[in-house]
């Protein structure tokens, strides 16, 4: 089965080919991604820029898609788009690109939530078996899952304030290190001492495995604000304390998710991490070694693939038309679509 994933529900036009075997195993055919540098002096994305971005690359980087893997639309099995959550003018230009590809070619549509793409691409790197413990975090999300099969997820805690990769963006813009934010700040934080500021670390120890961040991003801007004077190695410092924080947050609320789902992952339990923020080496290791000291298994997908990428778009897809869950052209984007009210098998 060989799928075809669009990816545009950000600033990131993403087409890549996947092959999905009967067995369950999968191979990247082709990636191709542009990260549009539109948004960079506004320190943000601006949507209507973004969805026109998409417009003017999306059927090159198809094409090129194709070219890449040696193949044509009469060797596909289906298409499949992003429909949702996300910047809605996007998610249009790739839902509505994938339905005319469909239509013309005669192929499945398949409709992907964004995140499930995340949720689902270590099954695509490391055939990663199900059940497992999700950790996804992103610039707009910030969750913990049960991932029990395509389509079944059970939402153990959430941010109640902002996402992870919003508090990174944010600290790098208050920093005045640049956008977007995750990758400058963890660059930063490589020379600083993680211990010079004491910042404080919402929620943890708490029951449940919820996630708050917003304190802390305060704290960032009123611990820059009593610095007389800023240095470089001021900066270093603040986001290699601010890093560490982050670290301590994921860890208590992952040792909450863990006590909280316990048998329910079976003998073998596993974490993987998903979402941009799961590109972050300090983090990475961090979990690693939370994981390994619990006797639990520990799988993140590599970091281009964690960032968006049309990849996690066609593999979701892959799962999905293997199961039959395809979409009629009725289908429509949507700005907001939680995980777990996406249908299942
Ligand atoms: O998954 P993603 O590419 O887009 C969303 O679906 O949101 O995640 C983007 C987020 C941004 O907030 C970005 O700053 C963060 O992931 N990010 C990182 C790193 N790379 C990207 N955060 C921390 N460290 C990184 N290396
Ligand atoms: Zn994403």
């Given at each position: 089965m060989i799928v075809l994933g669009l990816e545009t529900s950000c600033d990131e036009t993403a087409a890549a080919i996947v092959r999905r075997r009967a067995d369950g195993s999968g191979e990247l055919l082709a990636n191709r991604i542009l990260s549009q540098e539109d948004h960079a002096p506004y320190g943000g994305v601006v949507p209507e820029l973004a969805a026109r971005a998409h417009i003017a690359h999306l059927d090159r980087l198809v094409a090129e898609a194709l070219d890449e893997a040696g193949l044509g639309f009469g060797d596909l099995s289906g298409i499949a788009a992003t429909a949702g959550p996300g910047l809605i003018g996007g998610v249009l230009v790739g839902l509505m690109t994938a339905k005319g590809l469909a239509f013309a070619h005669d192929l499945p549509l398949i409709g992907v939530n964004h995140l499930e793409g995340h949720a689902l691409t270590a099954r695509l790197t490391d055939g990663a078996p199900f059940p497992y413990l999700l950790l996804l975090v992103s610039g707009g999300h910030c969750q913990l899952l049960i991932v029990e099969g395509v389509g079944r997820y059970e939402r153990l805690g959430g941010t109640i304030d902002d996402a992870v990769g919003e508090a990174f963006d944010k600290t790098a813009k208050i920093m005045g290190l640049?956008?977007?934010?995750g990758p400058a700040v963890e660059a930063r934080a490589r020379t600083g001492n993680p211990d010079r500021f004491p910042l404080p670390r919402p929620l943890t120890g708490r029951e449940g495995c919820d996630f708050s961040f917003s304190g802390l991003k305060t704290a960032v801007r009123k611990t820059l604000l009593d610095l007389e004077e800023v240095t470089e190695s001021d900066k270093a410092d603040l986001a290699a304390s601010f890093q560490k924080a982050v670290g301590d947050i994921l860890a208590s609320r992952v040792e909450a998710a863990f006590a909280m789902a316990g048998r329910r992952l079976g003998p073998e339990p596993r974490l993987v991490i998903a979402g941009g923020v799961a590109a972050n080496a300090y983090l990475r290791e961090k979990l690693k070694s939370l994981c390994v000291a619990r006797g639990a298994s520990f799988i993140v997908p590599p970091p281009k693939l964690c960032t968006d990428n049309g990849a996690m778009i066609a593999w979701a897809g892959a799962e999905r038309l293997a199961l039959g869950l395809t979409d009629g052209f009725a289908l429509s984007a949507r700005a907001r679509w939680p995980l777990t009210e996406i249908a299942s098998a």
């Open positions: 640049g956008f977007p934010g």
